[in-house]
């Protein structure tokens, strides 16, 4: 048996494979102790699909031809050499995706600062980089600030805009063990999810009313004096601007802003503050808003204000791709060098210069992922070269996402299966799959873990690093004359304190690294004056509000069996047999009084577009529906941004009408 990364989501479990029949079972160590999900129970099914992609090929007028890589990699950087030579680098994109492992990441990236640009980005842009600002602006670290284990000793954790449940079915099981240990479970969220069924305290929210449900918590605590005063009077900052901006948000108040009655606020805000040690747990129902960053700095003000964090508690943005953690401490964003370091920090990025056997390295901030249409709408961005990653059905109202890839002068697509994105490229480069490659994954905890190779690359497909090394070589940049995948892993280590007296050796055999740690800010903040810093937030209104002709929110969920674009789990025949067919969810009182049943095709529409799906009536509050991510779902949400480049897909004002009466199906 050969040991792996799950390929699917961040919580980061460990699978035990069969190179002969490629059947999976758990590892037994940390971090998933024994316990798979669907999705990690069947993750090799979509590397035996025969939808692989199976050779390189290339666009010549309106059909793709084979082409050998060598010629391949030689006209993709022939052509890009020439754009920058005419228009500047800056005219080039790179998109890094979440998938792939640290290794490839941090080439990627490489590439794309040694090319000349900053214009290096990854799909974390579209989930958690609001958390990532709001936890630098206040704690100094983007990142989650303890492992998983944590949770198991807490007295209270709140999970906000979060369904564990389904989404990281193997973290409930340390949830769970809390509470059968005494701990107190909260859930916040805009429907009654999976989770709630576990939770002592059930808050259903109207969306986009975070803020004003956090503050109100806040107010409670600070009125009745249940913070922790000497906490906060050594070890943060800015505690009276808070203390003010919370005065309006009564229990009374919030209430008519939420729709959570006033009385289970102050019992929730007491609960909470009396536990002695908690949790805050969220994930994209809180990002994913134009108030996204806010939203976040929000509750991490509430944990501040009892003191919980580091021994006593811990803040836990759950990351939703397997490496997107990785991707991100990598250097794969266009603000940050590897570790979250600011482009602007003129001793590290000499650093990393230095590594890299160069003089200097681009210092302007890169196009974020979501500006990056506007670009290639302006003409300002002419080549897009994307590794892994599918825009064409992940990005918010990605109608005007596919118009502009096919105003691109050049698109480049490295990947596992002919995506809808790849679909509209000049080349397309087949990679191998997460089990036929060895390389390095950092989950949601910071935990660094090395994945072995099972078995052989799928026909003339090419671990991601050795296309990126070949591309670099033709590019002609420095430092690109790796035998091995090993020693991109001993050149990243070399980047980080913490990281230069470990050896790949010991991340192969143990139950892998943290970096920078594994708890963090026990002592102090990674703040200039190490202290944790309370940022007041206000309600801040959604981009757009449902009226007469759009009388209801639409958001988005996450299934238990489906993941992201769904190339992976619409390949696996496990998975899809146990999913079925996507649903709308919408309340009764909405079903009953559109005339609706269960099964019956709907159609959802917004400003941006309209799709139609089978209708669920379920445990959703009425002038609310929920689709699945993603499917057809982007054709629908709102592409308005938050201040870290996010888009609101949890909020976008819709309408509904019957199309016909139809039962359900699987398939």
């Known amino acids: 048996m050969k040991t792996a990364v799950c390929p699917y989501c961040g919580f980061g479990c460990r699978l035990l494979i069969d190179p002969k029949t490629m059947k999976v079972k758990p590892h037994r160590g940390e971090p998933n102790r024994g316990k798979l999900c669907p999705k990690g129970l069947h993750a090799t099914e979509f590397v035996l699909s025969e939808d692989r992609l199976r050779r390189p090929l290339k666009r010549t007028h309106n059909s793709l031809k084979p082409i050998i890589w060598g010629q391949a990699v030689d006209e993709i950087a022939s052509k890009l050499l020439e754009i920058k030579e005419l228009y500047g680098a ?24 040694l090319f000349g640009t900053n214009n290096i980005d990854n799909c974390a842009r579209l989930c958690h980089e609001a958390s990532v600002h709001a936890l630098k602006m206040t704690v100094g670290t983007g990142a989650q600030t303890n492992p998983y284990e944590d949770l198991e000793r807490f007295r209270t954790i709140l999970i906000w805009g979060y369904n564990p449940a389904e989404t990281h079915p193997v973290v409930m099981d340390y949830i769970l063990k809390a509470k059968k240990r005494g701990a107190k479970v909260i859930v916040v969220d805009v429907r009654e999810t999976r989770t709630m069924a576990f939770a002592d305290y059930r808050l259903v929210i109207r969306p986009g009313s975070d803020i004003a449900l956090a503050n109100a918590l806040m107010h409670v605590i600070i009125r009745e004096e249940l913070y922790d005063e000497e906490f906060v009077k050594s ?66 003000d509430l944990a501040l204000l009892l003191g919980y964090i580091g021994e006593r508690g811990g803040l836990y943005p759950m990351r939703g791709q397997n490496n997107v953690q990785g991707a991100a401490y990598m250097g794969a964003l266009s603000e940050f060098l590897p570790g979250y370091v600011p482009l602007t920090d003129d001793r590290f990025r000499k650093r990393v210069a230095s590594l890299w056997g160069v003089e200097e390295l681009p210092t302007e901030r890169g196009l974020y992922l979501t500006e990056l249409w506007d670009a290639v709408e302006s003409g300002e961005i002419m080549a897009l070269y994307i590794v892994g990653e599918n825009p064409a059905v992940s ?59 099972v078995c052989e690359p799928y026909a003339d497909s090419k671990p991601d690093w050795e296309i990126l090394t070949m591309l670099a070589r ?99 025949p496990s998975l899809v047999k146990l999913m079925g067919e996507p649903k709308a969810l919408i309340s009764r009182a909405d079903a009953e009084r559109l005339g609706i049943e269960k099964g019956d095709l709907i159609d959802i529409e917004t400003r941006r577009g309209r799709i139609r799906l089978p209708a669920e009536v379920g445990r959703i509050p009425p002038g609310v529906i929920a689709v699945p991510f993603h499917f057809k779902a982007n054709r629908l949400t709102s592409d308005a941004l938050n201040k870290a480049g996010t888009p609101e897909f949890k909020f976008s004002a819709a309408r509904v009408r019957k199309v016909q009466k139809r039962k359900a199906h699987s398939g």
Request: proline share 4%.
């Open 235 to 300: 070890r943060t900052s800015g505690f009276s601007e808070i203390k003010m901006a919370v005065r309006k948000y009564t229990p009374e108040y919030a209430e008519k802003v939420t729709g959570v009655p006033a009385g289970l606020i102050r019992k929730v805000a007491r609960e909470f503050a009396s536990a002695g040690s908690g949790a805050v747990m969220w994930g994209m129902g809180l990002t994913q808003h134009v108030s996204g960053v806010e939203n976040i700095l929000a509750v991490i």
């Open 395 to 453: 990005e918010a109202n990605f109608t005007r996402v596919r118009k502009a890839l096919r105003e691109l002068d050049l698109l480049v697509v490295q990947d596992v299966f002919m995506t809808r994105t790849a679909k509209y490229a000049h080349y397309i480069l087949p990679a191998s799959a997460f089990c036929e490659k060895d390389g390095s994954y950092m989950n949601s905890e910071r935990r660094i873990q090395w994945s072995h190779k």
């Open 90 to 113: 800056d005219a080039v994109a790179f998109l890094a995706s979440s998938k792939v492992s640290n290794e490839e990441s941090y080439l990627l990236q490489k590439i794309a600062r």
């Open 474 to 572: 033709a590019l002609g940049l420095p430092g690109f004359d790796y035998r091995s995948v090993e020693e991109i892993t001993e050149e990243y280590f070399r980047l980080f304190p913490e990281l230069e007296d470990r050896t790949v050796e010991e991340l192969k055999n143990g139950n892998g690294i943290f970096l920078p740690k594994k708890r963090l800010h026990t002592w102090e903040f990674a703040t200039p004056d190490g202290k944790a810093r309370f940022i007041a937030v206000e309600q801040i209104s959604p981009w757009e509000r449902p009226d007469d002709s759009y009388p209801f929110i639409l958001t988005t969920i996450r299934l238990i069996s489906h993941y992201n674009t769904g190339e992976m789990t619409l390949r696996s």
